[in-house]
C-alpha cells in the first residue's frame, strides 16, 4: 500500500542553508543560554536591594561600575540579573503556551477536518465564539476570577489562540484525507486512528510547527503586555513587562531602567522571528524565501 509522504532531510539542509534563520537561531540560543544559565553562574538575587547603589548607571557610561554592568534601578536592584530572570518568565510563558494551544488546536482540528459534519461544525462555531471575545475583556475577566499568576497567563493566553491552530489543522487535515493514500487505507479497512496518526498527522505538522514559532513571539509580547499593565506575574518576581512598567517614570533621569529590557524583547523577538521565516522557507521551498 502505498504510504503517506514523509519529510526527509532536505528541509533541514534547506533550514541550514537560510543564513539569516541559522543567525536568528545563534541569537535565540545565546538568549537561552542568558537567562537561564547565566543567572547560576552570576550567583545574583534579583530582588536584593542597595539604596546606597541606587539609579547607576550603565558600565560603559560616567560612574558606571563593573559590578553592575547595565546599571541598577531605583532599589539599588541589579538590572542584567533582573532582565535575565525576566526572560526566564516570558520564555516559559511562550513555551507552555504553544504546548497547550497546539495540543487543543491540534486535537480539535484534526477532528473538524476528518470527520466534518456536525463535529466540524461544534467545533469551528466554538471557534468562533472565541474569536469574536475581545482579547482583553477575556483577560480582565479570568485574572479577575483566578487572581494573576504564571497559570493563568499561560490559560488566557492558549484560550485566546487555540483557534488559530485548529483553523490551520483543519485545513491541511481536509487536503490531506482527500490524497489517494488515505483512501486506499480507508478501503482496506483500516481504522481511523491508525490513519490520522500514520498519514494524516504527519503532513500537518510541518505548518502546524511554522506557525507555533511565529505565534511564540506573540505570546511574548501579549506577556510583556499584561505584565506592563499590572495583570501578569505578580512581584517580586521580574518580568519584562514589569521591568518596562517600572522604568518608565524614570524615563528622563534613568533612561536604562526601560530601554534595555525593550532591548532584550526586540531581540528575543527578532530572533524567533528569523527562525520561524527560516521553517517556512524550508518547509515550502516554493516560497524561495532562502532571501539569506
Not at 532599589?75 to 526572560?87: A, C, E, K, S, W
Not at 486535537?107 to 463535529?119: C, D, E, N, S
Not at 496518526?197 to 514559532?213: C, G, K
Not at 505565534?215 to 518576581?237: C, D, H, K, Q
Request: some cysteine; overall charge neutral; glycine content about 10%.
Amino acid at each position: 500500500m502505498q504510504q503517506a509522504p514523509r519529510p526527509g532531510d532536505s528541509w533541514r539542509r534547506r533550514f541550514w542553508a537560510h543564513r539569516s534563520a541559522v543567525i536568528g537561531g545563534g541569537l535565540f540560543a545565546a538568549i537561552l543560554f542568558g537567562c537561564f544559565v547565566l543567572p547560576m553562574l552570576l550567583g545574583t538575587n534579583p530582588t536584593a536591594t542597595s539604596l546606597l547603589h541606587r539609579f547607576e548607571p550603565p558600565v560603559w557610561m560616567e560612574d558606571g561600575a563593573l559590578a553592575n554592568p547595565l546599571g541598577t534601578d531605583n532599589l539599588g536592584r541589579d538590572l542584567l540579573i533582573r532582565i535575565l530572570v525576566g526572560g526566564q518568565v516570558s520564555l516559559m510563558v511562550a513555551l507552555a503556551t504553544v504546548t497547550v494551544a497546539v495540543t487543543v488546536g491540534l486535537i480539535l482540528g484534526t477532528l473538524a477536518g476528518y470527520f466534518g459534519g456536525w463535529v466540524d461544525t461544534i467545533i469551528m462555531r466554538v471557534g468562533d465564539l472565541f474569536l469574536a471575545y475581545p482579547f482583553m475583556l477575556l483577560t480582565i475577566s479570568v485574572i479577575a476570577i483566578l487572581g494573576p499568576s504564571l497559570i493563568v497567563i499561560v490559560l488566557v493566553l492558549a484560550l485566546s489562540d487555540w483557534v488559530t491552530y485548529a483553523r490551520t489543522v483543519r485545513g491541511s487535515v481536509l487536503s490531506a484525507r482527500e490524497r489517494e493514500y488515505v483512501a486506499a487505507a480507508r478501503s482496506i479497512g483500516t481504522p481511523d486512528l491508525q490513519i490520522l496518526r500514520l498519514h494524516i498527522l504527519p503532513n500537518v505538522l510541518s505548518p502546524v510547527l511554522v506557525l507555533a514559532t511565529v505565534r511564540a513571539a506573540n505570546y511574548i509580547i501579549w506577556e510583556s503586555g499584561l505584565s506592563f499593565l499590572g495583570m501578569g506575574v505578580p512581584p517580586p518576581t521580574p518580568t519584562w513587562g514589569m521591568l518596562l512598567a517600572e522604568g518608565r517614570d524614570f524615563i528622563l533621569d534613568a533612561w536604562w531602567l526601560a530601554t534595555l529590557p525593550g532591548i532584550a524583547i526586540m531581540l528575543t523577538i527578532l530572533s524567533i522571528n528569523l527562525i520561524g521565516d527560516g521553517l517556512r522557507d524550508a518547509f515550502d521551498p516554493r516560497l524561495k524565501g532562502g532571501r539569506a
